[in-house]
């Protein structure tokens, strides 16, 4: 089974993305960019449709177990545009 865990909620304005993997070096790399993949995917399969995605609602979230450790944010693309980290994010 792969540990890694991707998970997506969709609705009629949001598209959100869930996606947890284990601690390791190793893992991370694979997942950053397994996720990565799936942000490109959505984004062709969205831009196919006619269908875009607003640019200043664009925000990466990280959770994490470790709260001494320095967070270190990779960045994602949507589109060629980095999608910018936050601490936090409003939803309704």
């Known amino acids: 089974m792969d540990p890694e865990l991707l998970l997506w909620k ?6 959100k993305l869930y996606f947890s993997y284990p601690i390791s070096p190793s893992s991370a790399t694979r997942a950053i960019d397994r996720l990565q993949d799936n942000i490109t995917f959505l984004y062709e399969t969205a831009s196919s449709w006619s269908l875009k995605f607003a640019a200043e609602k664009r925000v990466h979230l990280r959770f994490s177990h470790s709260q001494n450790q320095p967070v270190t944010y990779p960045i994602y693309h949507l589109g060629g545009v980095p999608v910018q980290p936050a601490d936090s994010q409003r939803d309704l």
Request: hydrophobic share 35%; glycine share 0%; net charge negative.
């Open 10 to 15: 969709i609705d009629e304005e949001d598209l």
